[in-house]
């Protein structure tokens, strides 16, 4: 490292060139790269995916792997649809429909029949459309045909009351209309956040640096994901990563490196000499604390479905380009303009953090019951998170009002229940389609099924069953299985499609995976600390508390939104009753890696005051003396930015970024400031032990117990 500073520092203007010329061309080609960022969802190799694929085959595009839009009609008291002139108005929605979305299918009671479509009392009906798919949406959403559809049965009645267009679709429109504002203005909020945060840390103008650093490293990553997407398919969700998982990792590597060049400055070493001497501990320290943010993402791959490997390819290097703009145009920046931004220098890094001395000294004294009270507060957490639904939205989560929220209403209150919203397609063949829709229909749970004569071609029919409650329901996910069944009893080459049985197969498919994806990242970070700080222990530690730590960020997620315990209070949201399958991989692989800075962050300085002092108590007071702040800090800033990401329209970034911000939040506080310090000094010299054969192994110096070290000579 010390070597590598020297050069950076003896070819600045060539460093400070290349960098200046990959921003500018960052910033020209971020639309680019964001609409190149446009791989489809998809789950190779299962029964849901694939019988998806073949419904949109047969059907030029529609159904499968969509919602549809579903108009629902409530007929007034007295009527039902039945009544003289109802059928005649049901007849004009479905062509209405079918004129304002060309190459639509569409079905309902008029032109069907069936009673699958209506109450048991009659009263209320609805229609159900799959529209052509919208090219720019990679996950099925359709919003063009929504709002064409809105537009198309605006006044629509059906005996004299109104039609209400409902549908996921129509309720994530209406949710705030799709208002929210964009990625890249979402990382501005959370950078004015991290300023005013860096303001008080450093107390001089040296509170840019750190969002200077972050501009070319986010513009970098865009660039280098726009060259990847001409190589693999990329998803949509690594814009968001870029932008504000990004913001928060480059300004965290370049604040722990200012920190400690001011503190070198503050104890007379001066010029390049104190920029070489941060990087030598600091620099280190970002080395190693973005390699195990790019393992935890990197670990996706293992994952089998090509949208999460893209996001874990992406996604990786983001902490590795932050890294190399700590590593190279950060000491560029410090000799520059490092001194005179320090100004009016209100902080001085000469001495520790009194405040955080005095909590250290605390937990050391205090050890046991530090221990006991995060391990308590920890396993409450985990326990919740064991309760954890993954699934699909709820869709009484994505409006609070507007017609499509009453149309949902009045299908729930007629019987017909929220699953019409995502019915179960299943493929037959059209000579024993009608024996499969009643085969279907027969299931409990299912409130009816029907195969549109329309929709059969020369080889398939496509057969819809609508399930009672909607696929947020575990007992709706759990349908899925006597359904197959009922569909193969009436025709043994029958397939089930649909949203809700291809969601099965994704949680069947990732989170079978998930202990290999789990394994992966705990030994490669283990190898990785097992370096860094010449110890078994405290990487065997570091992993463990990092898989605490998400779980209890799981926790949250399932108090918060599953079980509605503060979504409401906050966001005006009811409970969801599972969260999107996604979701918690993703908490899982960013907080994995982002905690880990703060574990390296504070075990670094831990390990450096012990080989100084040879006293575990002491190194762990002195440690938290200097790494509190900077870690108390850095875990606001990343909660600001997880702030602002919520406060875009839809659920579940909202979701995630509740997970993000909780999860942050309990790993600087309960696990970093209480946990780690107290287990440490619980451990005492255990912690920094490397036997000599596992020394050999990792190439490094051995490290062993005083009364085991061999005399001198």
Do not use: C
């Not at 969802?41 to 694939?50: D, H, T, Y």
């Not at 893209?310 to 700590?326: E, F, K, Q, R």
């Not at 000799?335 to 100004?343: M, R, S, T, V």
């Not at 809700?500 to 949680?507: C, G, H, K, L, R």
């Amino acid at each position: 490292m010390t070597a590598f500073t020297r050069w950076i520092l003896a070819h600045r203007r060539l460093v400070a060139s290349f960098w200046i010329v990959l921003t500018v061309v960052g910033i020209a080609t971020a639309g680019a790269a964001t609409k190149a960022m446009d791989q489809k969802f998809s789950v190779p190799g299962k029964e849901g995916w694939e019988t998806n694929l073949a419904i949109a085959k047969a059907f030029k595009g529609t159904g499968g792997n969509a919602a549809p839009l579903v108009p629902v009609v409530q007929l007034p008291a007295g009527r039902t649809v039945s009544s003289p002139g109802v059928k005649a108005d049901l007849r004009k929605l479905e062509d209405t429909l079918a004129k304002a979305l060309p190459g639509s299918r569409v079905a309902g009671y008029a032109s069907t029949g069936s009673r699958a479509f209506t109450s048991q009392d009659g009263r209320t009906t609805f229609v159900l459309a799959y529209p052509t798919p919208d090219p720019d949406q990679p996950f099925g959403d359709n919003p063009k045909a929504e709002k064409t559809a809105r537009a198309a049965l605006a006044g629509a009645t059906v005996a004299g009351t109104p039609v209400r267009l409902s549908g996921y679709d129509a309720l994530s429109a209406q949710s705030s209309d799709g208002n929210g504002p964009g990625v890249l203005v979402e990382a501005m909020v959370g950078g004015l956040g991290a300023l005013l945060v860096l303001a008080f840390v450093f107390g001089s103008f040296l509170a840019i640096v750190p969002i200077l650093m972050a501009i070319p490293a986010i513009m970098t990553s865009f660039l280098t994901v726009y060259a990847l997407t001409a190589v693999i398919e990329v998803s949509p969700i690594v814009q968001f990563l870029i932008a504000l998982i990004g913001l928060g990792v480059a300004i965290d590597y370049s604040l722990l490196v200012v920190v400690r060049w001011r503190e070198e400055q503050a104890h007379g070493t001066t010029g390049d000499e104190a920029i070489v001497r941060a990087m030598e501990t600091a620099g280190r320290a970002v080395v190693f604390s973005g390699t195990t943010v790019a393992v935890g993402l990197l670990a996706l791959i293992v994952l089998p479905l090509p949208f999460l490997r893209s996001v874990g390819i992406g996604g990786m290097l983001i902490p590795l380009l932050s890294v190399a703009v700590s590593l190279s145009l950060l000491p560029v920046v410090l000799h520059a303009w490092g001194p005179k931004l320090d100004w009016p220098h209100r902080r001085t890094d000469e001495k520790a953090s009194a405040w955080w001395t005095r909590w250290a000294e605390g937990v050391v004294k205090r050890r046991w019951a530090a221990a006991a009270l995060a391990v308590v507060l920890l396993a409450l957490l985990v326990g919740a998170a064991t309760q954890l639904q993954p699934g699909v939205s709820d869709p009484d989560t994505l409006a609070k009002t507007g017609a499509a929220k009453a149309g949902l209403a009045q299908l729930k209150q007629s019987g017909i229940g929220s699953g019409a919203l995502l019915p179960h397609e299943v493929l037959a063949a059209p000579a024993s389609a009608d024996e499969v829709a009643g085969a279907l229909g027969s299931v409990d749970g299912v409130h009816g099924a029907v195969a549109p004569a329309a929709w059969r071609t020369g080889a398939v029919a496509d057969v819809v069953a609508f399930p009672v409650l909607d696929g947020s329901n575990q007992a709706a996910r759990d349908l899925v299985k006597p359904l197959r069944k009922a569909a193969r009893a009436a025709d043994p080459g029958a397939r089930v499609g649909g949203e809700v049985a291809q969601n099965v197969d994704f949680i069947r498919a990732v989170y079978g995976s998930f202990p290999l994806m789990i394994a992966l990242i705990a030994i490669i970070t283990f190898v990785l600390l097992a370096r860094a700080f010449r110890s078994l222990l405290l990487p065997a530690k570091a992993v463990l508390l990092n898989v605490i730590s998400v779980g209890a960020a799981w926790g949250v997620l399932q108090l918060v939104w599953q079980s509605g315990h503060g979504s409401d209070e906050i966001f005006g949201i009811a409970a969801t009753g599972s969260i999107t399958a996604w979701i918690p991989l993703m908490v899982f692989a960013f907080l994995f890696g982002l905690s880990m800075d703060y574990e390296v962050f504070i075990l670094a300085r831990m390990r450096e005051e012990y080989d100084a002092t040879g006293d575990t108590d002491l190194a762990v007071v002195r440690g938290i003396g200097r790494t509190g702040r900077l870690v108390t800090s850095a875990a606001i800033i990343l909660f600001l930015a997880f702030v602002s990401m919520a406060s875009g329209p839809e659920t579940d970034i909202k979701v995630l970024a509740t997970g993000l911000a909780a999860g942050i939040l309990l790993d600087a506080t309960v696990i970093r400031a209480l946990l780690v310090p107290a287990v440490v000094s619980l451990f005492g010299e255990w912690n920094w032990v490397l036997p000599t054969r596992a020394a050999k192994l990792l190439r490094v110096e051995p490290s062993l117990r005083p009364e085991a070290a061999p005399a001198p000579a």
